[in-house]
């Protein structure tokens, strides 16, 4: 079983993508947390967009560049939530919480929160043996709303977002790539 099932089994929204990579397992796992927000290709422009031109505080939403985006993600409200090395890396967030809803400290913690008015969105990067000394990347983000308001805010979302978040998806795993395959 894969880690990211372990936190979201039960989803309304997902999106999968993947890529080829020929290098060492090992080298793609570190490429993973490397990668800077250079490295992927639109994703300043995407964020820009996504926030409307805005300035904002540092996140993902507004990375430094030269900094690995797992990082920035996990300092700045992604909850890192499962790190095998070399296998599988998963981290959450809480996109959608009431007034109240405390943000979960642990990995325990965000599995077990099931308030109404929640969504959960939960995103891994996976390393699978590809054959033919390649290896198959992929990132699969998963959302689950706790209760049918919550899941409509986030569909209305999800309409306006998904098409750049897919983007940005595809353009991180072949900066992953990229750097893996240079080493």
């Known amino acids: 079983m894969n880690r990211l099932e372990e ?7 997902n999106e999968l993508h993947s890529v080829r990579i ?7 796992y570190r490429s993973i947390k490397e ?16 926030r409307l031109g805005r ?5 993902v939403l507004n990375p430094p560049s030269d ?10 409200g992604f909850l890192l939530l499962a790190d095998d090395p070399e296998r599988e890396l998963v981290v959450g967030i809480l996109v959608i919480a009431p007034a109240g809803v405390k ?5 325990e913690q965000f599995k077990e929160l099931a308030v109404s008015g929640v969504a959960k969105a939960v ?14 990347l992929s990132t699969e983000t998963r959302v689950h709303a706790t209760d049918a308001s919550a899941q409509r805010r986030f569909a209305r979302y999800w309409t306006v977002i998904r098409p750049g978040s897919g983007l940005i998806r595809r353009m991180w ?10 080493r």
């Open 7 to 13: 936190f979201a089994p039960l989803y309304q929204f």
């Open 67 to 76: 900094e690995p985006l797992l990082g920035v993600a996990t300092r700045t």
């Open 22 to 28: 020929r290098a060492p397992q090992a080298a793609i």
């Open 55 to 59: 300035a904002s505080r540092e996140s």
């Open 173 to 182: 795993l072949r900066a992953i790539k990229r750097r893996a395959e240079r």
């Open 103 to 107: 943000r979960p400290a642990t990995p």
């Open 35 to 50: 990668v800077t927000a250079a490295e992927v290709t639109f994703l300043r422009a995407l964020t820009w967009l996504r």
């Open 123 to 136: 995103m891994n990067f996976r390393i699978e043996d590809g054959g033919g000394e390649s290896w198959l």
